[in-house]
């Protein structure tokens, strides 16, 4: 028996091993996508065009991997996308034994396997101080020469919205290339003035996942999701009077830029956001002619030759293109940032002075109070208690109960009675629907300690609210101390002038840039915290397909809402200043941002309740008014950017992903990271190094001819400052001026020290946030 024992073992080994020898062999063989980036400049004399190269490359990689009985008539069929504006190289199925060899032909500077982003899932305008008759004047008849056009990369659009009504608007700038490509649900007919380009990127979703199932999805730029008219609405839409989400947040409507045009590029499918499909709409966009664009999506971070989003934000930003791109909502936690390249601007959430007020009146008296943009037949009674039910314990995991998990509830406990659930693993609204599902009447959503006091509104398929932690350990007390706990909810519709505000989104990502230090990251912060724009027409409200509702608006949070909110504003100010490069409108959007809320007190952090800091809302919470008129500006030329690089410890090759010519090499100007013209400043002192740190800044007039500005430094408790000189004596507009910083440490401080250099004329206040951190070196 013992033998068999040992000879049934042995088997079970085998079999293991050679599953496992089996399952390496076709991990090599099968096909999956690449992103191969190539060294523009290295194109050899011998081709006329850089596709008859890339195709070549993949030719001998092919024949030379193959075996001498293996046969491909056509190699290059396996091309799924040629890039060659923004980006250039091609984006390949090939095995891993291909992408290797590819790896070491000459040129080649990088291959990336297929990466799958996630998107970073009206009263705007006015918090923002641009109503109608600032947008107007900005857009004034002075510059209708200088159409601006948004490109949006997202779900797609819903162009029979009224938000993308084409009144007014003069025709399509002679100067766009782009156009509205066909599909299901969607033709030529239904792009405008406003919509003047929709297109669609498929090609790598459908190599990895196979085939889209157009019978569930719009093989179209149609958007089935909403996502993306969301956000194209809320860069650029029209004025429509009347707006509300069933009732809720009732008044106008608008874009931060309701004059400028929007080109839509659907990237997304129900399956996700390939990166192969994103290069090829950032490329495409590029050279269809955008000014702006908005991406509401990232992936995880990585060195920036690697992220093949940051080399295409990279080209397009040589092009002249402002790249607006979503910080993510991994916060509180951090280092969650995404996005993070300096030629990128990287944005955060915050709220508005607009909330959702819902009530829950406990048994016992007490009331406590959080959000909800319910409406529905099924209400409750105010002034009658239903009874409770907490299906959480006391362990130290949690119970998927507590949770409201699908499947989880047992309806001979909860029906007909009002259910508390956890936040977390399943999507908000889908904990309701389950708990209607098992018979309850009713649902409080109770935040956890990450989530902290940060309410985000949902619109509830049963009456429903969501309350911060605190308040939710206090109800879920009250129901382990009374026999039959009872609550009842009741909804208050909207208010405005909420104080304070606005706050930082606890689901905001959070620095620091871990990439690079001295680049402070997020750059600003803007609404992203229960924003109505225009809907799809496919789906409900919450999103379920459950959800039967149909709306023109919805209420959605997120830093994907307060990207366009940026890239909006950013196409503002485009209109009035139209040489303007996107260093310069960064520069404007982060030196005119405020840190202080409506109470006159520091922007605080949703998720503690305490003063957030410069890795939570970076230069701080963006003032479109003022961004447009900024006194003084930090350029950077694409040659700067690249010198930055060059202090990263790239190789060669790797800087080539940045280098479209033979020409660009590194001059090294910048002695540190730190030296590169940002409009914030870090400074990071390494232990057992120079106590000094020195940085240089240059500034450009753009404000007042004559104008003089002095210098103001926060004092800081670990390091001395001196700015020489101290006053800017300018004579002509467009001067540029230069400084130095120099900091002296004085005493090592256990935590990041922030302040603030601002020059001001009297009129202008130009402000640099400024941080200084103490790290240990490796």
Not at 278 to 296: E, N, P, Y
Not at 435 to 451: E, P, Q, R
Not at 489 to 518: M, Q
Not at 615 to 632: C, E, S
Request: include cysteine; charge should be neutral.
């Amino acid at each position: 028996m013992g033998s068999l024992r040992k000879r049934c073992t042995w088997l079970w080994v085998f079999l293991a091993i050679s599953q496992v020898c089996t399952l390496s062999v076709a991990t090599a063989t099968i096909p999956k996508t690449y992103i191969v980036h190539m060294a523009k400049a290295d194109m050899p004399s011998t081709f006329t065009h850089h596709h008859d190269w890339y195709a070549s490359t993949l030719k001998s990689v092919v024949a030379s991997t193959k075996l001498q009985s293996e046969t491909e008539p056509d190699p290059t069929k396996r091309i799924i996308y040629n890039y060659g504006t923004a980006f250039h190289g091609f984006a390949a199925q090939l095995s891993e034994a291909e992408a290797e060899q590819l790896e070491s032909i000459p040129g080649v500077i990088s291959v990336l396997p297929e990466t799958i982003y996630e998107l970073h899932t009206t009263r705007s305008p006015q918090f923002l101080g641009i109503g109608p008759e600032v947008a107007n004047n900005i857009w004034s008849s002075a510059v209708s020469d200088h159409d601006v056009i948004a490109g949006v990369l997202d779900t797609g659009i819903w162009p029979e919205s009224p938000s993308f009504s084409d009144k007014g608007l003069g025709p399509v700038p002679a100067r766009w290339k782009g156009t509205c490509e066909v599909g299901r649900g969607f033709t030529a007919k239904n792009c405008n003035r406003k919509i003047i380009g929709a297109r669609m990127f498929y090609k790598g979703y459908e190599a990895a996942a196979g085939s889209l199932n157009e019978t569930t999805e719009f093989k179209s730029p149609r958007d089935q999701d909403g996502h993306g008219t969301h956000t194209a609405a809320t860069v650029a839409g029209s004025a429509v009077p009347d707006a509300n989400l069933l009732g809720y947040a009732s008044g106008t409507a608008r874009g931060m830029a309701p004059r400028a045009r929007i080109a839509a590029y659907k990237v997304c499918w129900t399956g996700g956001c390939f990166s192969s499909d994103i290069l090829a709409a950032v490329d495409r966009a590029v050279t269809d002619g955008v000014d702006v664009l908005s991406i509401s999506l990232g992936g995880g971070v990585s060195s920036y030759y690697r992220d093949s989003l940051s080399v295409a934000a990279f080209g397009a930003m040589e092009m002249g293109v402002f790249v607006a791109c979503s910080a993510g909502n991994g916060g509180p936690d951090p280092v969650s940032l995404t996005n993070v390249s300096p030629w990128i601007t990287t944005v955060g959430a915050s709220t508005m002075d607009r909330d959702f007020p819902a009530t829950v009146k406990l048994g016992n008296g007490m009331n406590f109070t959080g959000v909800s943009l319910y409406k529905g037949r099924d209400n409750l009674t105010p002034q009658k208690q239903y009874e409770v039910v907490y299906m959480g314990g006391n362990a130290s995991f949690p119970d998927p109960r507590s949770l409201c998990l699908e499947g989880t509830l047992d309806p001979h406990v909860v029906a007909g009675k009002i259910v508390i659930c956890d936040r977390g693993i399943s999507p908000r609204v889908q904990k309701g629907q389950v708990v209607k599902d098992a018979g309850g009447i009713g649902m409080i959503l109770a935040n956890s300690a990450t989530n902290g006091e940060e309410l985000v509104a949902d619109s509830h398929l049963l009456p429903a609210l969501a309350v911060g932690d605190t308040a939710g350990k206090a109800i879920k007390q009250y129901t382990k101390t009374v026999t039959r706990p009872t609550a009842t909810i009741a909804f208050e519709g909207t208010k405005v002038g909420i104080k304070p505000s606005p706050v930082v989104a606890a689901f905001s990502s959070r620095g620091p840039n871990f990439l690079t230090l001295e680049i402070l990251k997020p750059d600003v912060i803007a609404p992203g915290v229960n924003i109505l724009a225009a809907w799809s027409g496919n789906v409900g409200p919450s999103s379920l397909s459950t959800d039967h509702r149909r709306v023109q608006f919805n209420i959605l949070s997120g830093t994907s809402m307060s990207c366009p909110h940026v890239g909006g504003v950013a196409a503002l100010i485009k209109a009035t200043h139209p040489d303007w490069s996107p260093a310069a409108i960064k520069s404007a959007l982060m030196t005119t941002a405020y840190v202080h809320d409506n109470t006159f007190q520091p922007l605080k952090d949703a998720s503690t309740g305490e003063p957030s800091t410069p890795y939570d809302h970076g230069a701080g919470h963006i003032h479109p008014v003022r961004a447009v008129n900024p006194g003084l500006v930090y350029d950077i030329s694409p040659d700067d950017y690249f010198e930055f690089l060059c202090t990263q410890k790239l190789t060669p090759i790797q800087l080539k992903a940045f280098s479209k010519t033979k020409n660009r090499t590194c001059k090294h100007k910048f002695a540190s990271p730190g030296d590169l013209n940002y409009p914030a400043i870090s400074v990071v002192f390494e232990e057992r190094a120079a106590s000094v740190a020195t940085q240089h800044r240059t500034v450009t007039n753009v404000g007042t001819p004559v104008s003089t500005y002095s210098v103001h430094i926060t004092p800081f408790k670990g390091a001395t400052v001196v700015v020489e000189p101290s006053v800017l004596h300018f004579t002509k507009q467009n001067q540029r001026l230069s400084y130095k910083i120099t900091f002296k440490a004085k005493s090592r401080q256990s935590a990041p020290e922030f302040g603030a250099l601002t020059w001001s004329d009297g009129t202008h206040s130009v402000r640099s946030t400024v941080s200084l951190t103490w790290v240990v070196p490796l």
